[in-house]
């Protein structure tokens, strides 16, 4: 790596309560070894949001010696409480606050969060992505907000996929976001969610928009083992490599198009990474 790169982790999905104990401790020795200049974690860092989950995770997250923004994933707001989650969603992010939807401003890059997720929404599953014109409009004015020349990268959960290939509705609101995007100077949209990684590029009437999936950290795998991504940004382009315990390249941990979550793939057409680590039975939900 040259000196002067910029180095950003981009890591999601731990789902602590069935966090991979190993993936996430080679995460963090990883993080203590190289520094990045900051880390991204794209949301959904409990399993069910249960107080155990959140304490694990906040613990785990408050002893890494970095800048950290998180973003609010679907798995994170309040599932047994239905009052604490219309009343106050946020409540057990309490131990890493500063650190919640926070924009973190590097030398020359920024990065700027977008919330996707709802307490409810009028459509189920309430676990899919909604982008609400007042989150859009923070995430704008935050972009509005930087000094000339200085390039974004925006943080959210879910992809911000309006409808994929297979002609799925997913993210309420992501075909608009990802137009108003466009026309700005934003690098990419940095996504969790579906656990399996994605460098790909969506195009917009306003001009394409490149979108950056990371994998999980959890034993709740798609098609590929537990990973993380790493990347370079040069002054002029960011690069992605997909981390991973196993060594996989990084094309062979990549799916070619966003699916509707992070079940296994069971249907002809759903996308697979090359290397098609699809677990023979379904990942534990509890
Ligand atoms: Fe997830
Ligand atoms: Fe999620």
């Given at each position: 790596m040259a000196t002067d790169d910029l180095l950003?982790?981009?890591?999601s999905d731990i789902h602590f309560g069935l966090e991979d104990t190993r993936a996430l401790e080679w995460t963090k020795a990883e993080i203590a070894r190289q520094k990045p200049a900051a880390v991204a974690i794209t949301g959904d860092l409990t399993m069910r949001a249960r107080h155990r989950e959140f304490a694990a995770a906040t613990r785990w997250i408050n002893s890494l010696d970095v800048p950290v923004t998180v973003e609010v994933g679907n798995h994170d707001l309040p599932y047994f409480n239905p009052w604490e989650r219309f009343t106050d969603p946020y409540k057990r992010f309490r131990g890493m606050q500063e650190k919640v939807e926070r924009v973190i401003d590097l030398p020359g890059l920024a990065i700027v969060p977008l919330k996707t997720v709802r307490r409810w929404q009028p459509r189920w599953p309430w676990s899919y992505g909604w982008v609400t014109e007042p989150a859009l409009h923070q995430c704008l004015a935050a972009l509005d907000a930087l000094p000339p020349g200085k390039q974004a990268l925006?943080?959210?959960?879910?992809?911000?996929?309006?409808v994929n290939r297979m002609g799925k509705v997913l993210t309420h609101g992501g075909a608009n976001a990802l137009a108003e995007l466009a026309?700005?100077?934003?690098?990419?949209?940095?996504?969790?969610h579906v656990h399996d990684a994605f460098d790909l590029v969506e195009q917009t009437p306003n001009g394409p928009v490149r979108m950056i999936g990371a994998g999980t950290l959890s034993k709740r795998v798609r098609s590929t083992p537990p990973s993380f991504n790493e990347l370079r940004w040069n002054g002029k382009r960011i690069s992605v490599q997909v981390r991973n315990f196993d060594g996989v390249a990084t094309p062979d941990m990549q799916i070619d198009d966003v699916?509707?979550?992070?079940?296994?793939?069971?249907?002809?057409?759903?996308?697979?990474?090359?290397?098609?680590?699809?677990p023979r039975t379904d990942p534990p939900v509890h």
């Open positions: 950003i982790f981009h890591i925006v943080a959210v959960h879910h992809p911000l996929v309006e026309t700005r100077p934003v690098l990419g949209v940095l996504s969790g699916p509707e979550d992070a079940l296994p793939p069971r249907r002809p057409g759903e996308p697979v990474a090359p290397v098609g680590a699809v």
